[in-house]
T-cell receptor, first 113, second 117 residues
Framework: GDSVTQMEGPVTLSEEACLTINCTYTATGYPSLFWYVQYPGEGLQLLLK?????DKGSNKGFEATYRKETTSFHLEKGSVQVSDSAVYFC????????????FGKGTTLSVSS | DTGVSQDPRHKITKRGQNVTFRCDPISEHNRLYWYRQTLGQGPEFLTYFQNEAQLEKSRLLSDRFSAERPKGSFSTLEIQRTEQGDSAMYLC???????????????FGEGSRLTVL
């Protein structure tokens, strides 16, 4: 079935370090791909998305490129900040009317100063 | 505040009791989703409404679970005869959907945490 697999955490980094969180997917058809973020004490919110192969989503210094050949959507940031500490979820949508998002298990990122 | 709101935020109950959660979506959103999230897992889809119609239910939604959205605005999720395995965070999300399908941008509430003793 359709699924998302992301690297297990926690990921612990120092401020200004580079970040990569791996995400791969299995899906029939051509899904849209997303990264959602959950900051402590807050609800999930959309970080970025890409709707077709080779698209790059970006927001708040984070980037992810939709790679159809490797079925991946890795999240990257060149220099993390303490405020980036959160749980990050990779997700896919099958682009059919009403179909819900399918989420990965989440990766906890902890950034220290 | 015009975000998705959920009530109550926390609920502790004894096994066998019934509980009900309420979700108020963003007012102009026609789609409403319920998800369940357990510790260390991502959100798992439970059910989805477009306006007042419940269009999809996950096999995770047992007969003890029922959801309604009677006027196409707020929604309730009721769990009857709760079991310890029902302990989880119940998330509500809403979106503005069109004929082209789900763009994927869901707006989530902060969730209702259920603990069944």
């Amino acid at each position: 079935g359709d699924s998302v697999t992301q690297m297990e955490g926690p990921v612990t980094l120092s401020e200004e370090a580079c970040l990569t969180i791996n995400c791969t997917y299995t899906a029939t058809g051509y899904p849209s791909l997303f990264w959602y973020v959950q900051y402590p004490g807050e609800g999930l919110q959309l970080l970025l998305k890409a709707t077709k192969a080779d698209d790059k989503g970006s927001n708040k210094g984070f980037e992810a490129t939709y790679r159809k050949e490797t079925t991946s959507f890795h999240l990257e940031k060149g220099s993390v900040q303490v405020s980036d500490s959160a749980v990050y979820f990779c997700a896919l949508s099958l682009n059919q009317a009403g179909t819900a998002l399918i989420f990965g298990k989440g990766t906890t990122l902890s950034v220290s100063s | 505040d015009t975000g998705v709101s959920q009530d109550p935020r926390h609920k502790i109950t004894k096994r066998g009791q019934n509980v009900t959660f309420r979700c108020d979506p963003i007012s102009e959103h026609n789609r409403l989703y319920w998800y369940r999230q357990t510790l260390g897992q991502g959100p798992e889809f439970l059910t989805y409404f477009q306006n007042e119609a419940q269009l999809e239910k996950s096999r995770l939604l047992s007969d003890r679970f029922s959801a309604e959205r009677p006027k196409g605005s707020f929604s309730t999720l009721e769990i009857q005869r709760t079991e310890q395995g029902d302990s989880a965070m119940y998330l509500c999300a809403s979106s503005l959907g069109g004929l082209a399908g789900n763009t994927g941008e869901l707006f989530f509430g902060e969730g209702s945490r259920l603990t069944v003793l």
